[in-house]
């Protein structure tokens, strides 16, 4: 016992300190973007006698309920139509291809060069579909939509003229949200991703850092690809995988903040658990592919170190698991307490781990555009950060599956099709018919780990320890926000079949 409490304890410090890092590297990442905020630059104007001829790429597979919505999108885009080309990838086993080809065929009537390219199988999954695509695609600039993107009218005559800036291979744009105000889920939801999109992603682009494309919402110089390597299917992110490639290979990526691509949300826990899982497992592939080739590259030190950050950043769910895991162990097999029964020195390091946490989703709700009072833009933040606690256990897994695995299997997000009707349509049965994401075995196991951290606290339940009642709370939310819905949707399927009905017509 004599050498077991003060392994334990150092490493639950461990633990805590790494997440503390996590936690301030928040902070210097919410202090460039303050920097970049305060010189703000746009493209001069170009000439529309000089844009080059783009080609409008849409990765498909078994989209049935947004396939129209994507094609009308595109085929609206204000550019002129003899330098558009739109490519639809579809990959689709279901009736998403009889849709496609259909909506297709009425487009090209009105003048819209648009054809629906099909593969023999499904080789390199959305990597794959892209690289094929390529063979026939006649544009200088490649822009990419995934099916639950809706891009606006002008979104080429606002992203082409950054494109003709010396060096510039990418432009990303900013993800908005179709469905934010549905449900709490969607809100929570929506507030992780406008981190990224509202402060991470300005901020590495003011301070000259590496960025990342985001898979969609973005456009592509077809020179820059080629640059690069091509698109490959090693990693489950192929986007972040050749985003890093470009910027290695001498190309610049331009963040776009000024321009908003909406997209739908996942309404229900498993299609959100799928989709974070994929991030998670695809984002620590790349790491372990393009680390080591960014630390020895000779881009400055500031960037590597940036780079190390931004793409080690999944390892805060493993830490934030094992944080959760070794708390009362660490508690019990010392006899040190500190003000509510914390250990000494716990108290800065969650403080340190968790505030900037706060203040970082709070001006990213702020950027993003978000006008609710300022009492439930705190609370929402906090919310937010407790969904991401309920994400961890199986980010974690993926974390694992991303440094020890080798399998490359994509899995898709489901999409209902949403936009200003959404709300009638979160439990539209026949979507639920054709189209769901699994995870009762992760539900489980997230129930069981929260009866685990329930049981701790019982058993090291004492009345003046009264500062780990948050902690609990705080991982309660998130767990019972993942595994009661993934849960119930199960019992539900099981007790009222559902027969699939053919999709949507065009």
Same mark, same amino acid.
């Given at each position: 016992?004599?050498?077991?409490?003060?392994?334990?304890?150092?490493?639950y410090?461990g &633990?805590?300190?790494? $997440?503390? *890092? +996590?936690g301030l590297y928040r902070l210097?990442?919410l202090a460039?973007?303050?920097? #970049? %905020?305060r010189?703000p630059?746009?493209?001069p104007?170009?000439?529309?006698?000089?844009?080059?001829r &783009?080609?409008?790429? $849409?990765? *498909? +597979?078994?989209?049935r309920w947004?396939a129209?919505?994507?094609?009308?999108?595109? #085929? %609206?885009?204000?550019?002129?139509?003899d330098?558009?080309?739109?490519?639809v990838?579809?990959?689709?086993t279901?009736r998403t291809?009889? *849709?496609?080809?259909?909506?297709?065929?009425v487009?090209?009537?009105?003048?819209?060069?648009?054809?629906?390219?099909?593969?023999?199988g499904?080789?390199g999954?959305k990597?794959?579909?892209l690289?094929h695509g390529?063979?026939?695609?006649?544009?200088e600039l490649?822009a990419?939509?995934?099916?639950?993107?809706v891009?606006r009218?002008?979104?080429l005559?606002?992203v082409?003229?950054?494109?003709?800036?010396?060096?510039?291979g990418?432009?990303?744009?900013?993800w908005g949200?179709?469905n934010r105000n549905a449900t709490?889920f969607t809100?929570l939801?929506s507030?992780?991703?406008?981190g990224?999109?509202a402060?991470e992603q300005?901020?590495?682009?003011?301070?000259?850092l590496l960025?990342t494309?985001?898979?969609?919402?973005?456009v592509?110089?077809?020179a820059?690809?080629?640059?690069a390597?091509?698109?490959?299917s090693d990693t489950?992110t192929e986007d972040?995988?050749?985003?890093?490639r470009?910027?290695?290979?001498g190309?610049?990526?331009v963040y776009?903040?000024d321009?908003?691509?909406?997209a739908?949300?996942p309404a229900d826990?498993?299609?959100?658990?799928?989709?974070q899982?994929?991030?998670?497992?695809?984002?620590v592939?790349v790491?372990?592919k393009?680390?080591?080739?960014?630390?020895r590259?000779?881009l400055?030190?500031?960037?590597r170190l940036a780079?190390?950050?931004h793409?080690?950043?999944y390892?805060?769910?493993?830490l934030?698991?094992?944080?959760?895991?070794?708390?009362?162990?660490?508690?019990?097999?010392?006899?040190e307490r500190g003000?509510?029964?914390?250990?000494?020195?716990e108290l800065?390091?969650?403080?340190?781990?968790?505030?900037?946490?706060a203040?970082?989703?709070?001006?990213a709700?702020r950027?993003?555009?978000v006008?609710?009072a300022?009492?439930?833009?705190w609370?929402?933040s906090f919310?937010a950060?407790a969904?991401?606690a309920?994400l961890?256990?199986g980010?974690?897994l993926?974390?694992?599956e991303g440094l020890?695995?080798r399998?490359v299997?994509?899995?898709?997000?489901?999409?209902?099709?949403s936009g200003r009707?959404?709300?009638p349509?979160?439990?539209r049965p026949?979507w639920?018919a054709?189209y769901?994401?699994?995870?009762?075995?992760?539900?489980?196991l997230?129930?069981t780990?929260l009866?685990?951290l329930?049981?701790c606290k019982?058993?090291?339940?004492t009345p003046?320890?009264?500062g780990?009642?948050?902690?609990?709370?705080?991982?309660?939310f998130?767990?019972?926000a993942?595994s009661?819905?993934?849960l119930?949707?199960?019992?539900g399927?099981s007790?009222?079949p559902l027969?699939p009905?053919?999709?949507p017509?065009l």
């Amino acid at each position: 016992m004599h050498i077991v409490a003060p392994i334990l304890k150092w490493t639950y410090f461990g &633990v805590c300190l790494g $997440l503390t *890092l +996590f936690g301030l590297y928040r902070l210097a990442i919410l202090a460039a973007w303050w920097r #970049a %905020a305060r010189r703000p630059k746009l493209p001069p104007p170009a000439d529309p006698a000089v844009w080059p001829r &783009v080609t409008v790429q $849409l990765p *498909l +597979f078994n989209e049935r309920w947004v396939a129209r919505r994507l094609l009308e999108a595109v #085929a %609206a885009l204000d550019y002129p139509p003899d330098r558009l080309q739109i490519q639809v990838l579809d990959d689709s086993t279901d009736r998403t291809t009889v *849709l496609t080809r259909r909506g297709a065929a009425v487009l090209r009537r009105r003048g819209v060069d648009i054809e629906v390219v099909r593969r023999t199988g499904r080789a390199g999954y959305k990597a794959g579909a892209l690289a094929h695509g390529l063979h026939t695609a006649t544009g200088e600039l490649i822009a990419i939509f995934d099916a639950d993107f809706v891009p606006r009218r002008d979104f080429l005559r606002q992203v082409v003229p950054s494109l003709l800036l010396p060096g510039v291979g990418v432009v990303q744009a900013r993800w908005g949200h179709l469905n934010r105000n549905a449900t709490w889920f969607t809100r929570l939801q929506s507030i992780l991703l406008d981190g990224h999109f509202a402060i991470e992603q300005p901020a590495r682009d003011g301070n000259g850092l590496l960025l990342t494309f985001n898979g969609t919402a973005g456009v592509w110089r077809r020179a820059a690809i080629d640059a690069a390597g091509g698109w490959t299917s090693d990693t489950l992110t192929e986007d972040l995988d050749l985003s890093i490639r470009a910027q290695l290979a001498g190309w610049r990526i331009v963040y776009r903040a000024d321009v908003v691509v909406p997209a739908e949300l996942p309404a229900d826990s498993n299609s959100l658990r799928a989709q974070q899982r994929r991030w998670t497992k695809g984002g620590v592939q790349v790491a372990r592919k393009m680390l080591p080739r960014i630390v020895r590259s000779p881009l400055p030190w500031r960037v590597r170190l940036a780079a190390v950050f931004h793409l080690g950043s999944y390892a805060g769910y493993p830490l934030l698991i094992g944080l959760a895991l070794l708390r009362t162990p660490a508690c019990l097999a010392t006899h040190e307490r500190g003000w509510l029964g914390l250990l000494p020195g716990e108290l800065p390091l969650f403080a340190l781990g968790t505030a900037p946490l706060a203040v970082f989703y709070f001006f990213a709700q702020r950027a993003a555009g978000v006008r609710s009072a300022r009492k439930f833009v705190w609370r929402d933040s906090f919310a937010a950060m407790a969904l991401g606690a309920g994400l961890a256990l199986g980010n974690a897994l993926a974390v694992m599956e991303g440094l020890f695995g080798r399998g490359v299997v994509f899995e898709r997000t489901p999409k209902r099709g949403s936009g200003r009707a959404f709300a009638p349509t979160l439990n539209r049965p026949r979507w639920m018919a054709t189209y769901r994401s699994q995870g009762t075995r992760t539900a489980l196991l997230e129930l069981t780990f929260l009866l685990y951290l329930v049981l701790c606290k019982c058993v090291a339940a004492t009345p003046r320890r009264w500062g780990e009642l948050p902690f609990l709370f705080f991982f309660a939310f998130g767990l019972l926000a993942m595994s009661v819905p993934s849960l119930r949707q199960a019992w539900g399927e099981s007790r009222r079949p559902l027969t699939p009905r053919a999709g949507p017509r065009l």
